[in-house]
């Protein structure tokens, strides 16, 4: 594994015990902490509390020294230097990658340690991605069924699956136009959005006034009710096509 050939942004901060840097990924801006010089700290803070109140005898020029030594406290610091950065970014560079095309400074969550490159720039991205789709998919699971959701989440599935089967049934019984698809009401005779002829859907038309039905259960013209024919006559097994009498054996089909 090659090192990052550079350091990633990072910002200095203190919380009281000196200051230390934070580095972040160029990607997901995580942050990844140094560890303050706490043991200097503490000696540089007290060496500075006694020399100061030593000096704090001294007229004039010895309470402005006291003064300054303590505005440098390390407890107060944003600063450090460039040797103490150096050593800041040795602490964490363990946790970052550079990407060989990209060039960006990752942390490992980024970084795809098997093909050697970012998780965007690998060749192994749609393997990436479907592994995390899998994964977000177990976790809204696990969550569910934590929380006693799984039955409500099956149902909920099978709900849209039966809604876009009713869907796609209610189409096939539309009229359609065959240049840009707009369907319409059964018997439009031309496309209300481009004027083509509409392909009319397959219908079986009343037995008691001839007229098509278009899939209703009662005719729209004069209201009897449809008997539907099986697909199959229960008899011989041949195809019914729609008939009364099946066409291979004459059984009645309604």
């Not at 031309?190 to 859907?201: N, R, T, Y």
Request: with cysteine; net charge neutral.
């Amino acid at each position: 594994m090659s090192e990052p050939s550079r350091m990633p942004r990072y910002t200095v901060a203190n919380d009281g015990i000196g200051p230390y840097a934070i580095f972040y990924c160029d990607r997901c801006d995580r942050e990844h902490r140094s560890q303050p010089d706490v043991g200097g700290t503490v000696s540089s803070g007290v060496g500075r509390q006694a020399l100061g109140g030593l000096l704090r005898n001294v007229p004039l020029v010895g309470g402005t020294l006291a003064n300054n030594l303590t505005n440098d406290d390390a407890r107060y610091s944003t600063a450090l230097n460039a040797a103490q950065v150096e050593k800041a970014w040795k602490q964490v560079k363990d946790r970052f990658r550079e990407c060989p095309t990209c060039h960006e400074i990752l942390c490992i969550s980024d970084y795809d340690e098997i093909s050697g490159y970012c998780k965007e720039c690998s060749p192994r991205s749609s393997d990436i991605a479907e592994a995390q789709g899998e994964q977000a998919g177990r976790a809204i699971k696990g969550f569910a069924a934590a929380f006693g959701l799984d039955k409500a989440l099956t149902d909920a599935g099978n709900t849209m699956a039966q809604a876009g089967k009713t869907a796609a049934q209610a189409a096939n019984n539309l009229a359609r136009c065959p240049s840009d698809g707009t369907l319409a009401a059964p018997g439009t005779k031309f496309c209300p959005e481009c004027g083509a002829v509409m392909i009319q859907p397959q219908t079986a038309n009343c037995p008691a006034c001839g007229q098509p039905t278009y899939g209703a259960k009662f005719c729209p013209n004069c209201g009897k009710k449809m008997e539907q024919a099986p697909a199959r006559c229960p008899n011989c097994g041949a195809d019914t096509k729609g008939a009364k009498f099946c066409p291979e054996c004459g059984t009645k089909l309604n």
